[in-house]
């Protein structure tokens, strides 16, 4: 297994620091060459590290003063009113993003010629071994998702598996929705019968008393980039979800539309990561083609046997050829090299 970077190894030592509380909101962080010399690192490495702590809210740079924790852990904290949220524009797939599609023509020639008769046969219920197995490997390299095939679910996008969360928690269960948030979610809730509480974020998530006061047991969030505000939500923000789920019979359905081609020097961190009554959502609409209509669940083990009882008897919806190709993808790298030239260049370019 191929051994973690180093400003990785310290960035993730460093956020466990700060969110264990052996350094409390708004104090000093160690610098940078002090840091360095302490634990014989690169004072670039340790630059590294701290750039992560700040682009993923767990502390901040002061310009001439140094750095600073910026992660706050008690019940109701929220970023103080900023500058008004800008909706992001509904757009397609930009060409420079686009898989490249000598790559993608070449992998469904050889799915056909591996594969024969056998993508004739019906999937799975679930989804194929096949992919379900890939993402689990990618996703524990990529994700920090440590997830079986068998809590995997693979369905026709997201607006089906929304569906599927339904039909497996209750549609007597009110649903906790970001306001403004992509119209779609509210729609298919609504179609099942489902009762929505639309909960108004700020700059750093769901504003805290709309969380405190709400009466849903569902929390369906869009942590990177929601669409159309392009609101990200702070560590602080994504911790604060966890501690809202824990109390009673509480779910989050984390919705991770797009953030493979997040800025930061990794992928941004899941909420499944880091709490037990999570459902991960995401789709290969954007890193592959919204064309292939593809997307998977991942759900913690707790719910693996309510969802094979309630939902499990449905017949998968993608065809097996699309899941060969994509596990194809996935196996042999060619998706991960992808992800990685778009981050590289949206780096580049700043976007």
Request: include cysteine; hydrophobic fraction near 35%; proline fraction near 5%.
């Amino acid at each position: 297994m191929k051994t973690k970077p180093k400003y990785l190894k310290l960035y993730e030592h460093m956020r466990e620091e700060i969110t264990g509380g052996t350094w409390a909101y708004g104090e000093r962080l160690p610098s940078r060459r002090q840091i360095a010399r302490d634990r014989g690192l690169s004072v670039v490495t340790v630059e590294h590290a701290y750039e992560l702590l700040c682009q993923e809210g767990y502390a901040e740079a002061k310009a001439k003063s140094g750095y600073y924790v910026a992660y706050q852990a008690e019940e109701g904290f929220s970023a103080a009113p900023g500058a008004p949220i800008l909706p992001l524009p509904q757009a397609s797939m930009p060409a420079e993003n686009a898989f490249p599609f000598s790559v993608l023509a070449r992998t469904m020639r050889r799915v056909l010629t591996e594969y024969g008769e056998t993508l004739l046969q019906k999937a799975p219920n679930a989804g194929c071994e096949a992919l379900r197995s890939a993402l689990s490997r990618y996703l524990a390299r990529n994700r920090g998702i440590r997830a079986e095939a068998g809590q995997i679910v693979i369905g026709s996008g997201a607006e089906y598996l929304y569906g599927l969360v339904v039909e497996m928690l209750g549609a007597d269960r009110v649903y906790g929705i970001e306001r403004p948030s992509y119209h779609k979610i509210e729609q298919v809730y609504r179609a099942r019968g489902v009762l929505c509480d639309l909960l108004p974020l700020a700059q750093d998530g769901i504003k805290s008393d709309a969380l405190r006061d709400t009466a849903a047991s569902v929390l369906h969030i869009t942590p990177y980039r929601s669409f159309p505000s392009g609101v990200t939500a702070s560590a602080s923000k994504r911790r604060e979800y966890i501690r809202w789920a824990v109390q009673g019979d509480r779910y989050i359905v984390e919705d991770d539309f797009e953030s493979e081609f997040s800025l930061l020097r990794k992928p941004e961190e899941t909420v499944f990561a880091r709490a037990d009554n999570v459902i991960y959502l995401n789709t290969f609409s954007r890193t592959v083609s919204p064309s292939l209509r593809v997307g998977y669940m991942v759900l913690p083990p707790r719910l693996v046997p309510l969802f094979a009882q309630r939902v499990g008897f449905y017949s998968c919806t993608v065809p097996a050829f699309e899941q060969y190709v994509l596990a194809s993808l996935i196996e042999n790298g060619d998706f991960e090299r992808h992800i990685n030239r778009i981050r590289r260049q949206r780096r580049r370019e700043g976007k």
